[in-house]
């Protein structure tokens, strides 16, 4: 081989290099873009899911004082009503509680 054919089979062997080298530094641009692109997609995405929680972890817990407060609430009501029918009615009452007190000892005798 001589060596002009020497110099262009290397030039053309260079040439062929910088083709290589040039379509892998193309593809590794757009596989970082793709990675930067889809890295965005996962941090809105994981930003939006936590907001979805933080407001049903809001709206349970609301929903949860909320059923506190009504169970309080109608727990005094009864409290009150009771009073109320002890106060009005003292004799009834007095003798519901011995008649009650009657039953539950002669259950806890028999046991």
Do not use: C
């Amino acid at each position: 081989m001589s060596h002009r054919n020497e110099q262009t089979v290397a030039h053309q062997a260079a040439d062929v290099v910088d083709e290589v080298a040039d379509g892998i530094r193309s593809a590794a641009h757009s596989v970082g873009g793709t990675v930067r692109s889809t890295a965005h997609a996962v941090r809105e995405a994981a930003g939006r899911a936590a907001g979805a929680v933080g407001d049903t972890y809001e709206e349970v817990g609301q929903y949860a004082r909320d059923s506190f407060n009504r169970t309080r609430d109608r727990a005094r009501s009864l409290e009150n009503s009771f009073e109320e029918s002890v106060r009005e009615n003292p004799k009834t009452s007095l003798l519901l509680a011995v008649a009650l007190g009657a039953v539950i000892g002669a259950w806890w005798k028999r046991r």
